[in-house]
C-alpha cells in the first residue's frame, strides 16, 4: 500500500509502498478516510535532529489526526467496535499501566521515555496511509459524521480544547478576556472552543487578514501583528490586561506578546511548539502570572471534542487531497499556504 513516510532526518518524506499493517492483540485495523497534515509533521523531518528532545527515530508514516472505517478487529476486541463503523483515532500511545494512562492521560504517560514511540504517526506507523493500526480503546465513534473532516479533531481539536478546559476558572465571571495569539489550525478551533464554552470576550490576533476574518465570523474581536499589537489588545481590556493568553504558535515573539497582554493573576498558556523562550522575574511579569504549557489532550476529552463537533459547535477547516497528492499537501503546508487544515484522503469512500 502506499504511504507518506518519514525516512530521515532533515529530509522530505516520501511516497513509498509498504507492506498493509495487521492488528495485533487488542488493536483494529482502519481503512484510513483521512489523515491531518500538521506543523508537527514538520518539525519531525525538518527541525529534530536525533537524540533532540521528541525526536523520534525513523522511518515510520507520518500521520496523527487520523479517522476512518474499522475493517477487522484484532485478537481481544470486543465485537461492540464495529466493523465499517466510522471511528476518530486518538493519537498518544503509552505504557497503559501509570497513573496517567489509567485516566486515559496517555499524553502524560509516566513512563514515556522507556517507550518506542510517543504515538501513531511520532514513532509508529500513523495514518498517512491506506490502512493503519489502531488500539481499539482509542477509537471514538463518529456515527454518521464525515470523518474526512472530522480527522483534525484528534488533534487540532483536542489540543486546543485540552488547553480552554484547564484554563476555565480564569475565565468564569462577567468581564473575562481571553487572547488567541495563531489563528491556523489549533488556533481557530480554539477560538470557537473559548465561545462555546465560556461567556469571555476572545481577541484574536494573526498576521494574516483572512485569518483574522475566520475568527471575526467564529465571534472573536480581532487585531493585527503590527507594531502597536500589544496596545491595542490591552486598550480592548480597558488597559487591564487579558485574563488566559493562548498562545498557538508557540515562537519568541509571540510567547512575548501574550505575555505582554496578560493582566495580574492572568494565565499564560504556551500551545505552539514553535521553540520560543520568555524570561520571567519577579519585575517583569504581572503580579501572580501563572505560565503553563499543555500538551495534547486524553481519551475521555476527546469524546467531549466529538460531541462538540456533533452539536456544531466545532467546525474544523479542511482542504482536502487525494493521496496522490500528500507530499504537495505538505509542500503547501511548509509554504504556509493553508488554510485551515489539510488532510489527505487515502480512502475517499
Known amino acids: 500500500m502506499r504511504a507518506v513516510v518519514f525516512e530521515n532526518y532533515g529530509e522530505f518524506p516520501s511516497m513509498t509502498e ?40 525513523p522511518p515510520f508514516v507520518l500521520g496523527h ?25 486518538y493519537g498518544p500511545i503509552g505504557c497503559l499501566h501509570c497513573r496517567q494512562c489509567v485516566a486515559g492521560v ?6 514515556a521515555s522507556t517507550l518506542p514511540y510517543l504515538a501513531v504517526g511520532l514513532g509508529r506507523d500513523g495514518g ?23 480527522a483534525p479533531l484528534a488533534d487540532a481539536g483536542l489540543t486546543p480544547y485540552h488547553a480552554v478546559k484547564e484554563s476555565l ?26 465561545k462555546a464554552l465560556t461567556g469571555a470576550t476572545v481577541i484574536a490576533t494573526d498576521v494574516k487578514e483572512e485569518a483574522r476574518a475566520r475568527a471575526e465570523a467564529d465571534g472573536a474581536v480581532t487585531v493585527d ?16 490586561g487579558v485574563d488566559v493568553a493562548f498562545d498557538f504558535v508557540g515562537a519568541k515573539p509571540t510567547l512575548a506578546t501574550a505575555m505582554a497582554s496578560m493582566a ?12 520560543g523562550t520568555h524570561e520571567f522575574s519577579f519585575f ?15 481519551v475521555p476529552e476527546l469524546w467531549e471534542v466529538v460531541d462538540m463537533y456533533k452539536a456544531g459547535q466545532i467546525r474544523p477547516e479542511v482542504e482536502r487531497f487525494a493521496m496522490d497528492d500528500a507530499l504537495e499537501a505538505y509542500r503547501k503546508l511548509e509554504a504556509g499556504e493553508v488554510s485551515g487544515r489539510a488532510v489527505v484522503m487515502p480512502n475517499p469512500s
Open 225 to 240: 501583528a503590527g507594531e502597536d499589537q500589544v496596545e491595542r489588545i490591552r486598550e480592548l481590556t480597558g488597559g487591564r
Open 65 to 89: 489526526e487520523n479517522a476512518g472505517w474499522v475493517e477487522e478487529l484484532g485478537p481481544g476486541v470486543s465485537e461492540r467496535v464495529q466493523i465499517g463503523g466510522a471511528y476518530l483515532a
Open 128 to 150: 498517512m496511509a491506506e490502512y493503519m493500526t489502531v488500539p481499539a480503546h482509542h477509537l471514538i465513534p463518529l456515527g454518521d459524521a464525515d470523518p474526512v473532516a472530522a
Open 18 to 57: 509498504v507492506a498493509k499493517p495487521e492488528p495485533g492483540p487488542g488493536e483494529v485495523l482502519m481503512r484510513v478516510a483521512g489523515a491531518g497534515a500538521c506543523h508537527s509533521d514538520i518539525s519531525i523531518y525538518r527541525v529534530f535532529e536525533e537524540g533532540d528532545p521528541g525526536a523520534q527515530r
Open 169 to 194: 476558572p480564569y475565565l468564569a465571571g462577567g468581564g473575562r478576556y481571553a487572547l488567541a495569539i495563531g489563528l491556523g489550525g489549533l488556533g481557530r478551533i480554539g477560538v470557537q472552543i473559548l
Open 284 to 298: 517583569t511579569n504581572p503580579y501572580e502570572t501563572y505560565v503553563t504549557n499543555t500538551y495534547w489532550g486524553s
Open 106 to 111: 496517555e499524553t502524560y504517560c509516566e513512563n
Open 264 to 275: 495580574q493573576g492572568g494565565r499564560c498558556n504556551l500551545v505552539g511548539i514553535a521553540g
